[in-house]
């Protein structure tokens, strides 16, 4: 009987410290999600002779360059990422929508995508005026599906529906000491409209 006892308890060990390797293995193999940051914003200068900016000039239609910084924080996992749907917002209305195609991005990357969005003109006019005044602030809602390339296994669909709030100098460029504006993951009662295009 003794043995029986002593056989049994020597496989729970087992079982125990297979069980704590199986969750220490699964702890280090999860991978992170990618960090999304706008970390140029601009209303781009004109190229008139006087060089004098678009909001200046109060320009009916325009322009936003912007640059977007996506950084993938895992040694082990590579990211595919479906097609990025970004919307940018004054308010409540739309200033413009951008499509970056999809792409896979290598383990430990950083990838900068550098575009631009044509401005709505029924906004464009609000949008300069406040800018010229320095209290404009934009919303950017971002929208895409992510999957995890871990061992040579691809993941399920991670969705992915980040927002951040973007304040404008009269400059026409992001305002404050810091000048980058992180994404985060869009709460449940401040969820921008997801618009797939």
Same mark, same amino acid.
């Given at each position: 009987?003794?043995e029986?006892k002593?056989?049994?308890?020597?496989?729970f060990?087992?079982?125990?410290l297979?069980?704590l390797?199986?969750f220490?293995?699964w702890?280090?193999?999860?991978?992170?999600?990618p /960090?999304?940051?706008?970390? !140029?914003f601009?209303v781009?200068?004109?190229?008139?002779?006087?060089?004098t900016?678009?909001?200046d000039?109060?320009?009916?239609?325009?322009?936003?360059?912007?640059n977007l910084?996506? %950084?993938?924080?895992?040694?082990?996992?590579? =990211?595919?990422? !479906?097609?990025?749907?970004? /919307?940018f917002?004054?308010g409540?209305?739309?200033?413009g929508q951008? #499509?970056?195609?999809s792409?896979?991005?290598?383990?430990d990357e950083?990838?900068q995508?550098v %575009?631009?969005?044509?401005?709505n003109?029924q906004?464009?006019?609000?949008?300069?005026a406040a =800018?010229?005044?320095a209290t404009? !602030?934009?919303?950017?809602?971002?929208? /895409?599906?992510?999957?995890?390339? /871990?061992?040579?296994?691809? &993941?399920?669909?991670?969705?992915?529906?980040?927002?951040?709030l =973007?304040k404008?100098? &009269?400059?026409?460029?992001?305002?404050?000491?810091?000048?980058?504006v992180?994404?985060?993951h869009?709460?449940?009662?401040r969820?921008?409209?997801? #618009?797939?295009?």
């Amino acid at each position: 009987m003794f043995e029986y006892k002593s056989f049994y308890l020597w496989l729970f060990q087992v079982l125990g410290l297979l069980g704590l390797l199986a969750f220490f293995l699964w702890l280090g193999l999860r991978p992170k999600s990618p /960090t999304y940051t706008i970390v !140029e914003f601009s209303v781009p200068r004109s190229n008139s002779s006087n060089a004098t900016s678009l909001v200046d000039q109060g320009s009916q239609d325009g322009a936003v360059l912007f640059n977007l910084e996506i %950084d993938n924080p895992n040694q082990d996992s590579g =990211i595919y990422h !479906e097609d990025i749907f970004m /919307t940018f917002y004054y308010g409540q209305d739309t200033v413009g929508q951008k #499509t970056v195609p999809s792409f896979y991005q290598g383990k430990d990357e950083t990838r900068q995508i550098v %575009d631009r969005i044509d401005g709505n003109g029924q906004v464009w006019k609000t949008l300069l005026a406040a =800018i010229r005044n320095a209290t404009a !602030e934009m919303k950017v809602g971002l929208v /895409t599906s992510i999957r995890y390339r /871990t061992l040579g296994h691809k &993941s399920k669909h991670h969705q992915m529906n980040l927002q951040g709030l =973007i304040k404008i100098g &009269s400059d026409g460029k992001i305002l404050g000491k810091k000048k980058k504006v992180k994404l985060t993951h869009a709460s449940k009662k401040r969820k921008l409209r997801a #618009t797939r295009f």
